[in-house]
């Protein structure tokens, strides 16, 4: 069986292979077939010339490029664009950011003032009781 490899979990070292290793999933109450993981070991390339398996071996070419090989038929395997494979950025939402002059925005004005006054009114009282004590 063919198919393209749609997800990877690379800690329990498996792949999901499209139209491949199909189970019956209940999801919302109904039967759905569903892939299931395959182990990586069990996959293999296609050979671009023969269309059958192939292992895959490295090899540099004379500019430097590493390129794969394929074993049975020593043609050159692509490798895919990786940025097909990225997952999509989430877009920056600017609603629920705030900006860099709201956050460095003084908020505790008011609150320093208070307590400022507070402060010049203790000092007050404290001479007050002072100069009424002498």
Not at 52 to 59: A, G, I, N, S, Y
Not at 121 to 127: K, R, S
Request: net charge neutral; with cysteine; charged share 35%.
């Amino acid at each position: 069986e063919t198919g393209r490899v749609v997800a990877c979990d690379k800690y329990k070292n498996r792949v999901v292979v499209e139209g491949v290793n199909l189970r019956r999933r209940l999801r919302n109450g109904k039967f759905v077939m569903a892939e299931d993981t395959i182990h990586y070991s069990n996959v293999n390339l296609l050979d671009p010339e023969t269309g059958k398996p192939t292992r895959v071996k490295w090899r540099f070419l004379e500019d430097g490029e590493k390129v794969r090989i394929a074993v049975k038929s020593g043609a050159m395997i692509p490798i895919p664009d990786q940025k097909e494979f990225d997952p999509p950025k989430k877009p920056f939402n600017e609603q629920k950011d705030t900006g860099l002059d709201l956050a460095m925005k003084d908020t505790y004005t008011a609150a320093k003032e208070a307590a400022a006054a507070a402060q010049e009114e203790d000092e007050v009282v404290v001479a007050e009781e002072i100069t009424s004590k002498s």
